[in-house]
C-alpha cells in the first residue's frame, strides 16, 4: 500500500479505495471524505500517515463497487473508537508518570506537597480507569520492555492495578481516593535514598539491604510531616509487610496491616514479578499470576489476590498467546465468570464488519495454549 501523509491530504477528498491507519485499521471507506476534521483528529492521535491502495480524488469514486469490493461502514467507527481508547491510555499513562516524577522530585527536595491536590487528581482519573481499564493494561504491557525511570513506572502501573482491585472489591469513593494516594507515594521513601542502590543491576551488599528495608520508615515519615491522612501514610510504612509476619519493618502479621497496604502489596509485587527491573528482564504477565497464586507460605491475603486475579485473568489483558487452532493472538478482556477463559484478540483475523475478531475462550473450544514473548509474536 501507498503512504500518505496525514497533514497532506486535501480535506474532503475521497480516496478510491479504503484508507488504513496500518494494515488492520480502517479509517475511512472511498464513499467517505477525509473531512478536515477527521485530518485534525488523526494529528492529534499522533497518525502521522495513513495508507492505501488508491489515490485521492476530489470527487467521490465508485472503484469499489464496480470492482465488487465490500464497502466498509461500520469498521471505520470501530477502527477510529479502538484507536482513540488506545491513544488516550498512552498520553494517561505519559502524563502520570510525568505526574510521579513531579511529586518524586518534590519529595526528594522537601518541597510541599498538598495532599488534597493529589487526591484530586486522583479522583479525576477514577471512572476513565473504571472504564477503560483494559486498555491502560494493552498499554502497560507493550511498554514493559522499556528501559526507563523503572520507579516511576512500577508507581504508575502499582497504582493503576491496585486501583483496579480497588474497584473489585467495591470499596466507596472516598477510600478509591486515598488507595491511590497511596500507591503513588507508596516508594516515596526510595527517593531518599541514593539512586545507585535502589537501580543496582547486581547484588546488594549487607549495607545496601539495610538502606532498602529502611525506605518504608522514611516514606512513612515525609507523608506524615505532609499531614497527609494516617491511613495513607501507614500505607508506605506497611507495604512490604506479609500476612505470615515475614515482611519488613516491623514484622507484622495478617490482622495489624491496614488494607491499603494488603492491596498495595499484591500490587507491587505482580509488577515486580511481571515488569523489567535493572537486575533483570521482563517475565509474562501470567508467570506474574501464577507466582502470586501459589502465595508460598502464604505472605498475601487471599481476598486480595482472589481481586486481582478476577481482575486481570489468570492470562491478564495484555498477555501475547498461543491459541489451541494454532494461531497468535493477544488478551483484551477478562471473563468474569471464569478468569482461566479471557476473551481473545486472534491476529489476522477480521469479523466481516471490519473489526478485529475477538472470541471467548472455553474449555471445549478455543483455549490458551501458552504465553508468547514479545519475539516469538513478531516471529
Known amino acids: ?17 479504503p484508507v488504513y ?19 485534525q483528529t488523526l494529528l492529534e492521535w499522533d497518525f502521522q500517515e495513513v495508507l492505501s491502495d488508491g489515490e485521492p480524488r476530489a470527487g467521490y469514486s465508485d472503484k ?3 470492482d465488487g469490493d465490500p464497502v466498509i461502514n461500520l469498521a471505520q467507527a470501530a477502527a477510529l473508537a479502538d484507536a482513540e481508547k488506545i491513544k488516550w491510555a498512552e498520553n494517561f499513562c505519559r502524563g502520570l508518570k510525568i505526574y510521579v516524577n513531579e511529586l518524586f522530585s518534590a519529595v526528594f527536595m522537601g518541597d510541599p506537597i498538598s495532599f488534597n491536590r493529589v487526591a484530586e487528581r486522583v479522583r479525576d482519573s477514577l471512572e476513565r480507569i473504571r472504564e477503560d481499564q483494559r486498555y491502560l493494561l494493552r498499554v502497560l504491557k507493550n511498554t514493559d520492555n522499556i528501559k526507563e525511570d523503572y520507579l516511576i513506572a512500577h508507581t504508575v502501573k502499582s497504582t493503576i492495578i491496585a486501583l483496579i482491585i480497588g474497584f473489585y472489591l467495591k470499596l466507596p469513593s472516598h477510600r478509591l481516593i486515598e488507595l491511590g494516594v497511596a ?8 527517593i531518599k535514598l541514593p539512586a545507585k542502590v535502589y537501580l543496582n543491576s547486581r547484588g546488594l551488599s549487607p549495607e545496601e539491604q539495610k538502606l532498602i528495608y529502611s525506605h518504608p520508615v522514611l516514606g512513612y515519615n515525609a507523608l506524615k510531616d505532609y499531614g497527609f491522612p494516617l491511613a495513607v501514610s501507614i500505607a508506605a510504612l506497611e507495604h512490604h509487610e506479609r500476612e505470615n509476619g ?7 502479621n495478617s490482622t495489624k496491616i491496614s488494607l491499603y497496604s494488603k492491596i498495595i502489596a499484591v500490587a507491587c509485587s505482580y509488577d515486580a514479578i511481571s515488569s523489567y527491573r535493572p537486575h ?10 501464577v507466582e502470586l497464586l501459589k502465595n508460598e507460605g502464604k505472605q498475601y491475603d487471599d481476598t486480595i489476590i482472589r481481586a486481582l ?14 491459541l489451541s487452532n494454532g494461531k497468535k493472538g493477544q488478551v483484551v478482556d477478562v471473563n468474569p465468570e471464569n478468569p482461566r477463559f ?4 486472534i491476529f489476522g483475523e477480521l469479523n466481516p464488519d471490519g473489526k478485529n475478531k475477538t472470541q471467548q475462550t472455553s474449555p471445549e473450544g478455543l483455549r490458551i495454549v501458552r504465553p508468547l514473548t514479545r519475539e516469538e509474536i513478531g516471529s
Open 1 to 17: 500500500m501507498k503512504h500518505y501523509a496525514t497533514r497532506d491530504i486535501p480535506p474532503n477528498y475521497f480516496f478510491t479505495d
Open 21 to 39: 491507519l496500518d494494515d488492520k485499521f480502517v479509517v475511512a471507506a472511498p464513499e467517505m471524505p477525509i473531512t478536515a476534521e477527521l485530518i
Open 64 to 66: 469499489a463497487r464496480e
Open 183 to 190: 500507591a503513588l507515594f507508596h516508594e516515596a521513601g526510595m
Open 246 to 252: 515475614t515482611g519488613y519493618p516491623r514484622n507484622l
Open 280 to 289: 533483570r528482564q521482563a517475565r509474562d504477565e501470567y508467570a506474574g499470576i
Open 309 to 322: 486475579v478476577y481482575s486481570l485473568s489468570i492470562y491478564p489483558i495484555g498477555l501475547y498467546a498461543l
Open 342 to 345: 479471557p476473551i481473545v484478540q
